[in-house]
Every structure is written in structure tokens, then in C-alpha cells.
């Protein structure tokens, strides 16, 4: 099956502890994007990824770090200087061309920091 | 910078009872794009909408996008207990969309059965 694959489901980490959030994708999409959701909020975009070995901070990029050294991965690392990292952190896809970007979006990873 | 405003945030409803949920956009969008969450979920796509004016349907969902192309509406008929969860909508940050999406807060539909 294609899809988008993001592990683990749940994360639970110490404050002050860098974590890293898979994201995999099958679909051989080109453009790959990381969003935040917190509760009761709409998503927001951390960064985004048009092609391999090429990266652009979203709205909301402070504390976080992304990589895409293949099409298919595209990782994420909340760091220590992240203030709130506790969210539900969701990775999508898109193959869009011209005005048409429908995204698909990973099961999400919930990230808990105590 | 671009906002994308949400009304109602939450909407009680009866079974068999319709439901309608309002997009505004701060600016003028190329498209508009719309989701549903189901609870604990992950956001689904459900359609994009490109054209001035545009009217979509799919089977109980009628979508709207305004003639100034800054505001658009999901009208559900009859709504069932599978329709539960939050609508989104979204438009693109800048162009068609390929530098990621704005979306609005949602609006949670709660069914009574």
C-alpha cells in the first residue's frame, strides 16, 4: 500500500532532551511538509521540502531542525530550544503541479515533554 | 501575514439535522482545500476548490467558494453519526500551494444521535 508511514505513534521525552519524529513516504512525491497541532487549534506549518537536499522554514520553525537526504524521508528534530514541544506533529505529501496540492497526511506522532 | 478564520468552533447537532461551517480568508486565494479529522486521527483530504464562484457536491458535502475567492462554506444535509469529527479549511501560503498551507482553527461537528 502507499502512504505515509510516521513512528513512533506516541513519544515521551525529558525537557532538555533533542528528539527526532519519523516521517516515510511511498508515494514518490516530490514536496514533503511537517505541521503542528495543538489542541482545539488549527495546523501550522514547521518546514517544508520542495526536493531532496533542499529545506524552507514554515511559520512557526524555531526549535525545530529538519534533513531530506532521500525523496522518500523527510525526519524532524524538536530541539532543547523548542518552548512548547508538546504537541501532535503531523507529516503530508503532495505530487501537486500547477494550482493543485492536495495533501497527504501520516498518522501523526503525539510528542509529550515533561 | 495570510490568516484563515473558522466559524462556528464547535456545532451541536441532532442526527438528520444539517450543518454548515464558514471559511474566511484575510486574502484572495488561488484555491481552497478542505479536510476532515476524525477523532484521534490524522486530517484526510476532501476536495479543492479553484474556480470564482464554484459550487461542488459530493453526495451529502456541498462546497462553496465565494465569488472574491477569500471565503468559502461546507454544507452538510442530514447529517449521520459517521460525520463526526473536525472540518478544515485551508489555503495555500503563496501560489498554488506548494509552499505548504494555511488552515483555519476547524469547526468540531458533534452529533446527538
Known amino acids: 500500500d502507499g502512504g505515509i508511514t510516521q513512528s513512533p505513534k506516541y513519544l515521551f521525552r525529558k525537557e532538555g532532551q533533542n528528539v527526532t519524529l519519523s516521517c516515510e513516504q511511498n508515494l514518490n512525491h516530490d514536496a514533503m511538509y511537517w505541521y503542528r497541532q495543538d489542541p482545539g487549534q488549527g495546523l501550522r506549518l514547521i518546514y517544508y521540502?520542495?526536493?531532496?537536499?533542499?529545506?524552507q522554514k514554515g511559520d512557526i520553525a524555531e526549535g525545530y531542525s529538519v534533513s531530506r537526504e532521500k525523496k522518500e524521508s523527510f525526519p524532524l528534530t524538536v530541539t532543547s530550544a523548542q518552548k512548547n514541544p508538546t504537541a501532535f506533529y503531523l507529516c503530508?505529501?503532495?505530487?501537486?503541479?500547477?494550482?493543485?496540492?492536495?495533501?497527504?497526511f501520516g498518522p501523526g506522532t503525539r510528542l509529550t515533554v515533561t | 501575514g495570510q490568516q484563515v478564520m473558522q466559524i462556528p468552533q464547535y456545532q451541536h447537532v441532532q442526527e438528520g439535522e444539517d450543518f454548515t461551517t464558514y471559511c474566511n480568508s484575510s486574502t484572495t486565494l488561488s484555491n481552497i482545500q478542505w479536510y476532515k479529522q476524525r477523532p484521534g486521527g490524522h486530517p484526510v483530504f476532501l476536495i479543492q476548490l479553484v474556480k470564482s464562484g464554484e459550487v461542488k457536491k459530493q453526495k451529502r458535502l456541498t462546497f462553496q467558494f465565494g465569488e472574491a475567492k477569500k471565503n468559502s462554506s461546507l454544507h452538510i444535509t442530514a447529517t449521520q453519526t459517521t460525520d463526526v469529527g473536525t472540518y478544515f479549511c485551508a489555503g495555500p501560503r503563496s501560489g498554488g500551494g506548494a509552499d505548504g498551507l494555511t488552515f483555519g482553527k476547524g469547526t468540531h461537528l458533534i452529533i446527538q444521535p
Open positions: 503530508a505529501s503532495t505530487s501537486g503541479t500547477g494550482n493543485y496540492y492536495e495533501q497527504y
Open positions: 521540502s520542495q526536493i531532496v537536499n533542499d529545506f
